[in-house]
């Protein structure tokens, strides 16, 4: 059994989905469950983790509402405004759905590399440990500093690192990630997807040992009880296909037992997402 962490839907909105720029048209259209169930079946997943991709609480409500429709959705990481005052009542408002695991906030979209450890910010991190949600951090180099300091307060909080925290491949740099990645692996609180990789190579030119130092370093830091695999479709489709996003992460577990191949791909998920 697999389960896929990270994926995304939506009715493709100009304005409202402005971070899908032109040299995105591949993906300036809707994406449905419909588009993806045959190839999550093809592949040997049994279902996935609906991850927002627009910041507003109709679009918790939106993958909340596909849910109902479609049972390979196991999880939505949804969005709310943990700047909010009434945060605390938002999440105990949330309660009544129970296939909302998490939420997410698009802080790589932050030009303030201090975001997450603003006081309005932490105080909502807070309330979602405080009611048991999980938050999955996605973020860019500038954020780093930030995000330590962040993790390090929150010590409650399960803490999920998206697309392994973006790593600039396709310039082969190494050493500044590398470094973050030491220090971040190092909080027990936090496990790291293995997801959105052939985004960050060379669209069109990427090869399979572009991404071997970058997986082999996460898998050493993280060990393998705290990865677990995502796809980061539709928008991985940018530069590669479904099957080849799995090829890319599943070239690098030839040393894993079955049983940590079953835990990378399925259990480790099922336990940090409650699914």
């Known amino acids: 059994m697999r389960i896929d962490t990270h994926q995304h839907f939506w009715k493709f909105d100009p304005v409202r989905d402005s971070w899908i720029t032109g040299e995105m048209h591949k993906i300036q259209r809707d994406f449905t469950p419909l588009d993806i169930q045959f190839l999550l079946e093809r592949n040997g997943f049994a279902g996935s ?34 700047q909010a005052q009434d945060i605390d009542q938002q999440l105990a408002d949330y309660r009544s759905e129970s296939i909302i695991k998490g939420f997410r906030h698009v802080v790589e979209g932050e030009l303030d590399p201090d975001f997450l450890i603003r006081p309005a910010v932490l105080n909502g991190l807070k309330a979602l440990a405080e009611f048991g949600y999980t938050y999955d951090l996605l973020i860019r180099p500038r954020h780093y500093a930030a995000t330590l300091q962040c993790v390090e307060q929150n010590p409650r909080l399960q803490f999920v690192l998206d697309h392994i925290a973006k790593p600039p491949i396709k310039s082969r740099e190494f050493d500044e990630w590398a470094a973050f990645i030491d220090r971040l692996a190092a909080f027990p609180n936090v496990v790291c997807k293995v997801s959105g990789l052939a985004t960050e190579a060379d669209w069109t030119a990427w090869k399979l040992d572009d991404f071997k130092q970058y997986v082999d370093h996460i898998v050493d830091r993280f060990g393998k009880q705290r990865i677990m695999y995502g796809s980061d479709w539709p928008v991985c489709l940018l530069a590669a296909s479904y099957e080849e996003s799995i090829a890319i992460v599943e070239d690098k577990l030839g040393q894993f037992t079955t049983a940590e191949k079953n835990a990378f791909w399925a259990e480790n998920a099922i336990r940090i997402y409650n699914l």
């Open 49 to 82: 983790v609906a991850v927002q991709a627009s910041q507003s609480a109709m679009e918790t409500a939106y993958l909340v509402g596909l849910s109902k429709e479609y049972a390979f959705i196991k999880g939505v990481v949804g969005w709310v405004d943990l």
